[in-house]
T-cell receptor, first 110, second 111 residues
Framework: KNEVEQSPQNLTAQEGEFITINCSYS?????LHWLQQHPGGGIVSLFM???GKKKHGRLIATINIQEKHSSLHITASHPRDSAVYIC????????????FGKGTHLIIQP | SQTIHQWPATLVQPVGSPLSLECTVE??????LYWYRQAAGRGLQLLFY??????ISSEVPQNLSASRPQDRQFILSSKKLLLSDSGFYLC??????????FGSGTRLTVV
């Protein structure tokens, strides 16, 4: 069974700082997801990636398949980026679901 | 476009009462459907998944059950809730390798 570890667990930063959240997994995967969970609980899918790098606005996600590691970066962070960021690994085809990290609780202070 | 509806958003139920959470998907057919739970201080954990009508697989033994009466409907139930059933419940669907779409979640508090 895949084990997904995220770091840090909690991160507080000042507005404008560059943020990096890390995710490591133990078993080879077909895809890795980055999710955002706001205080109300709703979850938004940010990225799904299986190699390389993806960018959406101020968010960048990278993955290194050989090292079994992914990072989520936020440039020019803003208080509205405050949320829990979760990585989830998809280990197989179809029905076996995702293995989730415990999440990184990010607070951006103005 | 594909959407997923999950309700209610929040629920407070007494111990011993029944539970029914519903999730429906639009804009796709024969999706894989999932129920996840996030207990306090823990990551999301897969509870049930379904690859078709009437086909339910359970990942962990618990006080809950799931049913899929229609292709795009997935229901999470309990006959008698326990305090330990409190948590955040999330429905999701996928079509194989095309990523996952998540519902908005239900925060259940058992009192």
């Amino acid at each position: 069974k895949n084990e997904v570890e995220q770091s840090p667990q909690n991160l507080t930063a000042q507005e404008g700082e560059f943020i990096t959240i890390n995710c490591s997994y133990s078993v080879g995967i077909s895809a890795l997801h980055w999710l955002q969970q706001h205080p109300g609980g709703g979850i938004v899918s940010l990225f799904m990636l299986s190699s390389g790098k993806k960018k959406h606005g101020r968010l960048i996600a990278t993955i290194n398949i050989q090292e079994k590691h992914s990072s989520l970066h936020i440039t020019a962070s803003h208080p509205r980026d405050s949320a829990v960021y979760i990585c989830a690994a998809h280990s197989g085809g179809g029905a076996d679901g995702l293995t989730f990290g415990k999440g990184t609780h990010l607070i951006i202070q103005p | 476009s594909q959407t997923i509806h999950q309700w209610p958003a929040t629920l407070v139920q007494p111990v011993g009462s029944p539970l029914s959470l519903e999730c429906t998907v639009e804009g796709t057919s024969n999706p894989n459907l999932y129920w996840y739970r996030q207990a306090a201080g823990r990551g999301l954990q897969l509870l049930f998944y379904s690859v078709g009508i009437g086909q339910i697989s359970s990942e962990v033994p618990q006080n809950l059950s799931a049913s899929r009466p229609q292709d795009r409907q997935f229901i999470l139930s309990s006959k008698k809730l326990l305090l330990s059933d409190s948590g955040f419940y999330l429905c999701a669907w996928s079509a194989g390798h095309y990523g996952y779409t998540f519902g908005s979640g239900t925060r259940l508090t058992v009192v």
